[in-house]
């Protein structure tokens, strides 16, 4: 199992991104996968040669920029990986692309076959802002701002967190660890939430978030990170559905739903209250899209749906 890089990961990626080609001319672009270009204006070959200026995070996507103001877009999705490797050394053939640069060869490798990783081109602000869902940054945002996108529509707390509409880089895995750390229940609804729920909430996600890039960045030790997955050791409870909650013992629980699965503690987050029925799966498939392409593909919009 790997799951879709988020906000922690996602960050690692960018810091060694930059730190190996920031300033540095991108020499030259393969594209080996048919599947893999989503755009064309402009072209992707306008890039080549260029300098890069700038890489960001946006959203779950990782967006490199270069002279002229041009962007190079790319979204991992749950199989895209990144790989370094130093000037000259052979690039494997099973790379969908690759870009090399006068320090090193940054690839692209996606398992399976279902060709979800994207690569996009933009050009300007106007053209990163086509690809951004609008999501606001919980690290950045400020805890009125953060109950706004909260209450902006009822939904779930799982839907609500990971709705690239109202916050940015959370997904499946980062959605279970903070609402864990929360001691709220992913069903709840988010318009009856109380102040001090909210609150509790905004800080757990904030705290959450902030520990696990630390500790990436601590694993990485400088290195461009290799083992980038969704689950991990030390996690609380994604991924660890029947082992003890390490905040108080009690078996980890999941409801699943479509091709989703969340992780809670019964003891910790619903007063004990099981909720694997079918009713409660069924309200998360109905506020959930179906497969990770639709949520990812969801655009800005404040109107519940």
């Keep these: 199992m790997s799951g879709m890089p988020e906000l922690p990961d996602v960050t690692v990626y960018v810091e060694a991104l930059s730190a190996r080609t920031f300033g540095h ?12 270009l989503r755009s064309t204006a402009p072209p992707v070959e306008a890039v080549q040669g260029c300098t890069v ?50 320090t090193g060869t940054l690839t692209l490798t996606e398992a399976g076959s279902q060709h979800r990783a994207s690569l996009h081109m933009a050009a300007g602000e106007t053209g990163l802002r086509e690809l951004d869902a609008g999501g606001i940054d919980v690290l950045e945002a400020g805890a009125a ?21 109202l916050f940015s880089g959370i997904g499946n895995a980062y959605s279970d660890e903070i ?14 939430l109380s102040a001090a729920e909210i609150e509790r909430l905004y800080r757990a996600a904030r705290v959450t978030l902030v520990e696990w890039t630390d500790r990436l960045r601590r694993e990485a030790r400088g ?3 290799e083992k980038v997955t969704a689950f991990r050791e030390g996690m609380a409870v994604h991924g660890r559905y029947g082992l003890p909650c390490p905040r108080c013992g009690a078996k980890v629980l999941r409801i699943r739903y479509a091709a989703n699965e969340t992780n809670y503690c019964a003891a910790c987050q619903t007063g004990g209250k099981l ?12 506020d959930w899209p179906r497969t990770p392409e639709e949520l990812e593909a969801l655009k800005f919009s404040r109107k519940s749906t």
């Design 53 to 102: 200026r700038e890489v960001r995070r946006l959203g779950k996507r990782i967006a490199v920029g270069f002279d002229g103001n041009l962007w190079l877009v790319l979204h991992l999705m749950i199989a895209g990986r990144l790989h370094w490797r130093a000037p000259g050394a052979k690039v494997p053939k099973n790379v969908l692309a690759f870009f090399e640069f006068d």
């Design 25 to 36: 001319t991108l020499n030259r672009i393969a594209i080996r996968s048919p599947f893999l």
């Design 275 to 286: 909720l694997a029925d079918r009713a409660l799966s069924r309200l998360l498939r109905e």
């Design 223 to 225: 290195a461009f990170p």
């Design 179 to 192: 609402l864990h750390a929360a001691r709220l229940s992913p069903v709840a609804l988010t318009q009856k």
């Design 145 to 165: 701002a953060f109950a706004g996108a909260l209450l902006s529509a009822n939904h779930t707390l799982k839907r609500a967190l990971t709705d690239p509409r």
